[in-house]
């Protein structure tokens, strides 16, 4: 089994910055790739960005590119999600994921999960 802590969520105004992290620990050895998602309430789940474990494929959705970051520290099991220019409408869970297979923009492609850290933005 793989397990994810997410760290680094909080309140922050609007223009902002934040930083989370996903640790991972447990069958590492078989992650491939890890990303973010992020819920909003009554919102599905959605993409943010993702990365495979050695750094050289990235992908974000439209909405945070040239905002957000994401990058991988092998050394320490630990991939980084920076978040500049913040704006309420990044309110959300924010949840870490990781899979063995592929990098994918896809929610059922990652059976591992982390629990969440909740980023608001004020205005």
């Known amino acids: 089994q793989v397990q994810l802590v997410e760290s680094g969520g909080g309140l922050v105004q609007a223009g902002g910055s934040l930083r989370l992290s996903c640790a991972a620990s447990g069958r590492t050895f078989s992650v491939y790739a890890m990303g973010w998602f992020r819920q909003a309430p009554g919102k599905e789940r959605e993409f943010v960005a993702a990365?495979?474990?050695?750094?050289?494929?990235?992908s974000y959705t439209d909405s945070v590119k040239g905002r957000f970051t994401i990058s991988m520290d092998s050394a320490k099991n630990t991939v980084l999600l920076q978040m500049n220019s913040l704006k309420p409408e990044d309110t959300a869970v924010y949840y870490c994921a990781a899979n063995g297979g592929q990098l994918t923009t896809i929610l059922s492609g990652y059976p591992y999960w982390g629990r969440g850290t909740q980023v608001t933005v004020s205005s």
């Open positions: 990365i495979n474990w050695t750094g050289g494929w990235t």
